[in-house]
C-alpha cells in the first residue's frame, strides 16, 4: 500500500487538556492537529529515533562540528615535531578524545540517517 495516500479516516474523542496540549504542539511545529497526531502516532508504533526536522539540521551540524575537531587533532598529531609538548600524557589523551570523537560521530549519524526509516507524515 503507499503511504503516501492517507485513506484511512479515524475519529476518537480526548479531554480538554489533551487537546489544548496537541493544540499548543501543533501550533509550535506549524502543523495542524491532524499532522501532529499522526506525528505522535508514528512515534508511538516507530522502534527508531523519531525526530523533527529541526532536531535533525541539529544533530547534522553537531556531526560537522566533530568532524572539523577531530580534523584538528589529526592536525597536531601529524605536526606534533614543530610543538613543544610539556605534558608526557597528551597525545594518549588525545587519541583516547580522538576514538570517542569517532564514536559520537558515528551515534549521531545513525540518529540523523534514522528518521528514512520512520512512517512519514504526510499532508497538513
Known amino acids: 500500500m503507499d503511504r503516501d495516500y492517507l485513506s484511512v479516516n479515524m475519529r476518537f474523542n480526548v479531554d480538554e487538556v ?4 496537541i493544540s499548543e504542539s501543533a501550533k509550535k511545529h506549524g502543523w495542524t492537529l491532524s499532522k501532529e497526531i499522526r506525528f505522535r ?8 529515533p523519531v525526530m523533527l526536522e529541526n532536531e ?9 562540528e566533530i568532524v572539523r575537531i577531530g580534523q584538528n587533532i589529526y592536525y597536531l598529531i601529524a605536526q606534533r615535531q614543530l ?3 610539556n605534558d608526557k600524557n597528551m597525545w594518549e589523551d588525545i587519541k583516547k578524545l580522538n576514538a570517542l570523537i569517532e564514536d559520537v560521530k558515528g551515534k549521531v549519524n545513525y540518529l540523523a540517517d534514522a528518521r528514512a526509516n520512520i512512517l512519514p507524515v504526510k499532508r497538513g
Open 83 to 85: 610543538l613543544p609538548v
Open 56 to 64: 535533525i539540521r541539529e544533530l547534522r551540524k553537531t556531526g560537522n
Open 18 to 21: 489533551t487537546y489544548d496540549k
Open 41 to 48: 502516532l508514528n512515534q508511538t508504533l516507530s522502534r527508531e
